[in-house]
Nanobody
């Protein structure tokens, strides 16, 4: 098991930026692919971005392409999600998750953080 703790959420105006961080502890962080997901009230959890264990492969939801950037620092056991040009539709609880293989569906991840709230005002 790997313990994940997200931070960096908050309230931001439309067009603004936030950087989410997810600190991992427990098992060797560099052994895991990492993903970011989000869940808005009344909606299913959806994929945002994923990164391979070494950071060379990155995947994005269409809604995130061109605005969000996923990265990781294995020396710091941390994965990041830089979010620019935020829109009110980006409002959700954002979760990081760890998996043995890079994936874009929640069922492939078995380690989850507690989430961090992102609210984008219009």
């Amino acid at each position: 098991q790997v313990l994940l703790v997200e931070s960096g959420g908050g309230l931001v105006q439309a067009g603004g930026s936030l950087r989410l961080s997810c600190l991992a502890s427990g098992r060797t962080f560099s052994n895991y692919a990492m993903g970011w997901f989000r869940q808005a009230p009344g909606k299913e959890r959806e994929f945002v971005a994923a990164i391979s264990w070494g950071g060379s492969h990155k995947y994005y939801a269409d809604s995130a392409k061109g605005r969000f950037t996923i990265s990781r620092d294995n020396a710091k056991n941390t994965v990041y999600l830089q979010m620019n040009s935020l829109k009110p539709d980006d409002t959700a609880v954002y979760y990081c998750a760890a998996s043995s293989a890079t994936a874009t569906t929640p069922r492939n991840y078995n380690n989850w953080g507690q989430g961090t709230q992102v609210t984008v005002s219009s």
